[in-house]
């Protein structure tokens, strides 16, 4: 009796993976790779570059400045454009040229050593458009030398201001001496009738031409302290005090008669991300991407038929040490009802299998961080996204159709899909044409259920319909196969 069961087992196993195999199809979705990328539906701290194998990939964007309550000036270069993103400055004289090579978004200003390069003219409400004491201020921008000849200036204000009965020469300028930069302030800083003539600040470091170094200055009104920065690391460090050291009475900045701001005199090379600041807050190291990290989206990806089963997702994406990439996926039928929190995203690590994610459409997001210093980026190259098709069930392979008085009588044999839960009726009056609704059991089509045949009464004597029948799967109603072959019949009212 055993021998006998054991065929009997194994041709059942056979069948039932014959029914999955037919209920069912694995396909991919492709996005990046050789295809490129699609249009997102969010780019949040991303964008396009080139990743793995040379493909277009989807990496962090540059951490450029923002405007803040506490901005000053902010000329970014972006867009083509050359103006102060927080307006309070307006450009008086421009020189520069738009140039492509960029360490910060998209565009960075080219000087090309001409007598001024940009000269910016502040309104009441700036620190270097009024008068007074300016508190405590941070000045920086990205500067990619050519040469870094002395004497070239990538920043000068020159004014004069009393003291008492006296008037006195100020000046502010940023320039290149001996391969360092020298900072000066002459009659910048005081107290009451005391002022400190010239206050030096020199690098430590050398300059390297043609390579891109952050550059940052910050005064602290408080304490007088004065700070130079290049890349984060400190330069020099200068307390603007009655005793040049931490204690003793800080003498404050102080400007006198307006004047404008003259950026890259003599400069030759690319500047970018020009910010003034009112705040004495600086950075160790200024962060190349932002920490928080970026995040991107995809449209609503259709899959071939509802009900489908996201199984699997594998990428081709880099992680430099210390940074990292997280996927997260979601579906459903209807992407007009989705938010940002409905569907459900659903993290996933690539490689391994995806569970209870199902519908027509699915969505991807990945989410970006940077390493612990801001200096490294991870990117994703090609994200392909497999899925389990619920393919339609087979029709009926013969249907027959026999006329009554106002009645056609439907018959059909069974289709030969185990997945089928039922079977729908078309009818109409042109070959083709579907598009009935004169029989009592309603228009056409009709969900017949589970049955092999079917009578539409109310038909009209005399007319000729056209008759199909399709099945649709017993996992969703809406998974509906294709049609049979077409027959016909005409009712008539006969004699008995």
Known sequence: MLKKQIPFFVVVCLLVCAAQNLAAQTKTITLGGKNGWPNLSVMDTVEFGTGRFGYESILLSNDEHRVTSETDLLISFENGTVNDAAGNYTVAVNNLDINGKTIMGNASGLSRGKEIGLRLHGSKNSIFGGAGLTGSFVIEFWLCPSIAESGEQFFSWRSSRNVGDSPLYQDIRASFFNNHVEWVFNNIFGAGNKVESEV??????????????????????????????????????????????????????????????????????LIDEICISRTARTST??????????????????????????????????TPKETDVAFYVRGGDNFYEWTDEYPEWVPVVPGTQIRGVSGRYFQLAAELYPDGNGGETPSVSEVVLTYNETTPPLPPATIKATAGNSVVDLSWTSSVDFSVGGYIIYYGEHPGEYLGSIAVEG??????????????????????????????????????????????????????
């Not at 430590?204 to 984060?232: C, F, N, V």
């Not at 995809?298 to 990428?315: C, E, V, W």
């Open 285 to 318: 190291l200024h962060d190349f991407y932002a920490r928080k990290g970026g995040r991107f989206e995809s449209q609503p990806l259709a899959s071939s038929g509802f009900n489908s089963a996201l199984t699997g997702l594998q990428a081709i994406y880099s």
């Open 200 to 269: 030096i600040i020199t690098s430590t470091d050398s300059i390297i031409p043609r390579k891109w170094a952050h550059h940052q200055i910050a005064y602290d009104d408080e304490s007088g302290l004065i700070e130079y920065r290049i890349d984060g690391k400190i330069q020099a460090v200068r307390y603007v005090t009655s005793t040049q050291r931490e204690s003793g009475e800080v003498y404050n900045a102080r400007l006198g008669v307006p004047a404008d701001i003259e950026i890259c005199t003599k400069y030759s090379g």
């Open 443 to 496: 228009a056409s089509p009709i969900d017949v259920g589970d049955t092999l045949s079917y009578r539409l009464t109310g038909l009209k004597n005399g007319n000729i319909y056209y008759f199909a029948v399709a099945a649709y799967s017993s996992l969703d109603k809406r998974i509906v196969g294709a049609l049979s072959k077409e027959v016909y019949a005409r009712p008539l009212r006969k004699v008995k």
